[in-house]
């Protein structure tokens, strides 16, 4: 729930009053892989191709700035310039915790307009479903745990490996996200609290992974 409390949170465009001279309005999206039924804002990740455009609001209709010459840039480094340019595209090229500071110059109809909007990168996330969500088994039964990842930059699904570990010992998924487990009967010499590693990564950039760690208690 807090994931989808956060991604509601992230507000989809910016709008910047200009007092009578117009309102600037600045939008932005995130490219990145994402299950199909997630209907909330794609998270900025590092690597991530980001699309901002921009339109300007006069007299309370959309104004013709297809002429107008704009001026992008982003973290004070000017990245694109010209007659236009309604939006830019560029790659996240910092790290998970850091934003991009992101403003915008319109000259058009003798006016001068100008509006910044910061957007927040993030780590890639992976959920983390099991078929006994209270993380609690009974020894001699199975646990399926399924591992659905968002916002890594990959174009298909099939571009991520899955690596299982549970007590220390490399596990086979059942599919590629999919894990089943067979629980032991705990005893004297069988610890009643076990342990799932898993390691999402990215197969064409390996420098792009995430982590999770799940304690399970048999019972």
Known sequence: MKLFLLLFSI???????????????ITWQANNFYPSNFMGKPLATPYTPVLVSTEVIKDEKFLDINQA?????VDDRVVKKGIGFKEILFNVNTVAGDSLFVRVIIQVDNLTL??????????????????????????GEQTIITAIPYFFNVQSFYDLNFSWVANNQQQEGINQNQLLLNVSQPSAWTPNVFFVNLIVQNRTNPLEFKEERLKFKAL
């Open 11 to 25: 507000p989809l465009f910016y709008v910047f009053p200009v007092l009578a001279a117009g309102q600037v309005i």
């Open 69 to 73: 010459h704009f001026t992008w840039s």
């Open 114 to 139: 100008e509006s910044s909007t910061r957007i927040p990168i993030y780590s890639p996330l992976t959920v983390i479903e099991n078929s006994h969500p209270l993380k609690s088994v009974k020894g």
